[in-house]
């Protein structure tokens, strides 16, 4: 593979001018994560219960096959990052919107629980597609020298699942029933399709714009640039060998992975936590939706770190962060202090958190791979951390079984952000994508 040296890797402005287009894509990624959170995470919280509630169906049987449908979900997301690199972020967005879109009008009438499970592994693939894979996919191509920025601001949308479009959801299902609820959440999702189709744009340049706004070259020679890369990349991309051979796609990976299942070991079960430490549930209850809060500005705080120091940088810092909050919680849950003081301080570390892995992911893979080979590497990077960040969920009910509680699990958290962190020093951030100089 060739590498070239960058010079300007990324921009150290953290002046959000991404123009007017720039933001309509920006809030388009946003409501994505939104909608891609709300369905595949946090309605699983009331959505588990009202239909076992409502067909007689076993909750621990719904919750394993939310498992199994999310394994399934890493490979789909693979090959759906293949097919952005090939037909473009758009082409996928409009498929996964149609999909889940139909299928939130049709989950909350199924009888059987075989359409159940259908259903939910297709929100579960197509859900990630249109969330994750796609959201990181057009603020990359969008935002090459911003992406960290940029991706700050949309991805306070995982943080507007639970905090707005969660609470929205349960109360259109409390008030009328589960069908109404995931049918306005269907009918929302294809308006979004509706608005992809007539307005977004898989690239700026297709849109009359320059990546990230830029003014410094007019938009024709953006364009002509845009177009040799393009014709470039098409013949002479990065294979699935070569990346499975690239060192920087297996640390990334594993960097971003490591995080992930560190945070996942400290919010899966937030709130038993918390209740342990002596909080009422309903005042638990009232410390995540604060961390969640919290956890808004945190990402975008995380963007400008990224835009200010560089993703390596603003990576080792986000696993220090992580450490802190693993080892808070430890002492919480172990009751060296008789207060509940590292608790809530602890729980509102783990807010500044909830969201930045999930921009640095994109991030990193966007700085060495570059604009035109972001799409194949990612692929592979992600599926490696949602192989990772799902060992969490097993990791804290094996370990509260065997030691009866949570305190050797988040030791084990914040010790692997610190692997995490050892990892994150060892990597070359060189761009070696396809025209590094560009990006």
Known sequence: MEKRVVTNAHENSARS?????????????FLSFMFAGNLIVDSLNITVSAFSELRGWETGVML???????????????LLSNCVARFGVKAVYVICLAVVGLCCLFWGSVTEFWQYVVILILVNVFGNGFGFVGGTAIIEQWFPKKKGLAMGWATIGFQASSVVLLPVFQSIMSRYDLKTAFSVIGICILILLVVCILFVKSNPEDRGCTPDNDKTMSFEEHKRIHAEMMEHSSKHFISTKQLLKTKQVWQIGIVNGLVQ??????????????????????????????????????????????????????????CIIHALAGFMFAVAASEIFQSKVFAVLGAFVVGTILGVSSNYVGSFTATVFGRYDYSRAFGLIYMLVCGLRSLGYAAVGIIAAATGGYTIAYIISGVLSIVALLITLKIDDTCIGTGANLN
Do not use: E, R
């Not at 939310?66 to 890493?74: H, V």
């Not at 299942?261 to 342990?276: D, E, G």
């Open 64 to 78: 394993s096959y939310s498992t199994i449908a999310g394994i399934i979900s890493i490979f789909g997301c693979g």
């Open 261 to 318: 299942l560190a945070v996942t070991t400290l919010i899966v079960q937030f709130i038993p936590h918390m209740v342990l430490c002596g909080f009422a549930t309903s005042t638990a209850t009232l410390i995540y939706s604060s961390a969640a809060i919290v956890g808004g500005i945190g990402s975008y705080v995380w963007g400008v770190l990224d835009q200010k120091l560089g993703v390596k940088k603003a990576t080792i810092w986000m």
């Open 17 to 29: 001018n991404f123009g007017v287009w720039g933001w309509f894509t920006i809030a388009f990624a």
